[in-house]
């Protein structure tokens, strides 16, 4: 194995791009599969499939010729110029995976745009069916849905929204399910059905006739690391929604396309979600690509009152709906729901071990190839570890300089604790698990020196 020090702080020559914040990395080769090569020649395991979006893995040969195949043919077409045949097919594609009635699909180009699709037809339907006081989006806190106005406004993470607070209007929101973190007597069913009801009490307490939606990611993403309401919650949650008349987002954005061992992560529980937000997965890497799902009785009556007031300029383009018809291929071809179930069994037991030899990791949790392990001072209580130490950060570097790219995010400053996140792309094997496991577990050790943290055996 190529064990390195890719800190990214090399000497380099000045860059026009402005990166987010001013650390560089190295500067990328080639990828294929699961690996990704820089251009010093040094090899990176993927650990976390990018942002957790290139689901089949890097370089897939058939998804590459169908591109260029579309390539040669057209690249663009303006939706409103012309209907494309990837586009058309694609949506037939989508919708048999979908639960069942969602069968009109919206593309767009990212998740973001996705989220932000979802809340205008939620509002124009609102507003189409003789609803005009409806038009609050209620979310939980934590949790990320973009980085656009409308999408930012239903993330609960204040570090991201603050500084733009009087730009937009910041909807509210009920706490997300961490249901593992609470020490009460409740059993686990009992804290899912409370984290539920809490939705009803703010929508009673918002005013029922003025909320139009609930969004939520069915699992968590990079704002609560992977997290698992309990069952009962998810049943619940759309109770609830009915008895409002309130639709129910569920933001797949992450979490679809196979990621959780299943098409949607909704599906664990046969959710039935009023609209949902796909990308990441749908375009694994390969185009930018993003898709709404809603069924006929929303989108007619908007479309029967003028229109859908939305759309961007490369919605729906054959280049990208041609690379998303041949994910979806591969993701069938290749078997990867199974995959990701059984080699995120295989990745949790790796992780449960690593939590036995580490006492300081006190959670290991997710679905699929979807996990995280969350450190803590105090995995009885679940006591939070000081937040300015950064652990999750520090070990994330230290994986890094190992050659595995892993994910975390803080969310609000720290507040909600420190995680990594472990999401290889759905083609990974048993083997290169043992990899990442391994690889982890050495960054967790220097970690647990760094930090003086106890280690058993
Ligand atoms: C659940 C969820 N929704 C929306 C988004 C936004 O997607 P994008 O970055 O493609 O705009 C993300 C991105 O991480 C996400 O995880």
Redesign the pocket.
């Known amino acids: 194995m190529n064990r390195h020090a890719a800190t990214g702080t090399a000497e380099r020559r000045p860059s026009n791009l402005f990166y987010v914040t001013r650390l560089r990395r190295p500067v990328i080769e080639r990828a294929e599969g699961i690996y990704i090569w820089d251009q010093d020649g040094r090899r990176y395991i993927d650990g976390s499939s990018g942002?957790v979006a290139v689901n089949i893995g890097h370089g897939n040969r058939n998804v590459l010729d169908a591109m260029k195949r579309q390539m040669e043919k057209a690249t663009f077409a303006y939706r409103l110029h012309f209907e494309n045949e990837p586009a058309e097919e694609l949506a037939t594609q989508l919708a048999g995976r979908l639960p069942g009635g969602l069968d009109r699909i919206f593309f767009v180009s990212?998740?973001?745009?996705a989220?932000e699709s979802c809340i205008k037809l939620a509002r124009q339907w609102a507003v189409a069916t003789n609803q005009h006081s409806r038009w609050k989006v209620i979310s939980r806190m934590p949790s990320?849905?973009?980085?656009t106005f409308g999408?930012l406004a239903v993330t609960g993470d204040g570090l991201l929204t603050d500084t733009f607070a009087d730009q937009m209007r910041i909807m509210p929101t009920v706490p997300a399910p961490t249901a593992y973190r609470d020490r009460d007597n409740l059993t686990m069913e009992q804290r899912g059905i409370k984290y539920a009801d809490m939705l009803e009490e703010k929508i009673v307490a918002e005013g029922p006739d003025s909320v139009v939606a609930f969004i939520m990611?069915p699992i968590g993403?990079?704002a609560t690391n992977a997290l698992v309401a309990p069952d009962s919650y998810y049943p619940r949650i759309r109770e609830i929604c009915d008895r409002y008349g309130i639709l129910l987002i569920h933001?797949e954005?992450?979490t679809g396309v196979a990621r959780t061992g299943k098409f949607l992560g909704g599906d664990h529980w046969n959710c039935r979600p009023d609209i949902i937000?796909l990308?990441?997965g749908i375009g694994s890497g390969y185009a930018p690509l993003?898709a709404m799902a809603a069924p006929q009785r929303i989108v007619k009556p908007v479309l029967d009152m003028g229109g859908f007031q939305h759309g961007h300029t490369y919605a729906g383009n054959p280049l990208a709906s041609a690379a998303g018809l041949a994910v979806l291929g591969e993701v069938d071809r290749l078997g990867l729901i199974d995959n990701a179930a059984a080699m995120g069994e295989v990745l949790m037991d790796g992780m449960r071990d690593l939590a036995k030899r580490f006492p300081f990791i006190g959670d290991v949790r997710g679905k699929g190839l979807l996990t995280a392990l969350e450190f803590v001072a105090d995995p009885v209580t679940m006591e939070k570890l000081p937040p300015e130490i950064r652990i999750g950060q520090r070990v994330l570097d230290l994986a890094y300089e190992r050659g595995l790219i892993v994910y975390f995010r803080r969310v609000t400053g720290g507040v909600q604790g420190d995680c990594v996140m472990v999401c290889p792309p759905l083609i990974v094997t048993r083997d290169q698990i043992g990899e990442i496991v391994s690889i982890l577990g050495d960054a967790i050790a220097v970690a647990a020196r760094e930090f003086d943290l106890p280690v058993n055996g």
């Open positions: 942002p990212g998740g973001s745009e989220v990320y849905h973009g980085g999408a990611e993403g990079a933001d954005v992450m937000a990308s990441k993003g």
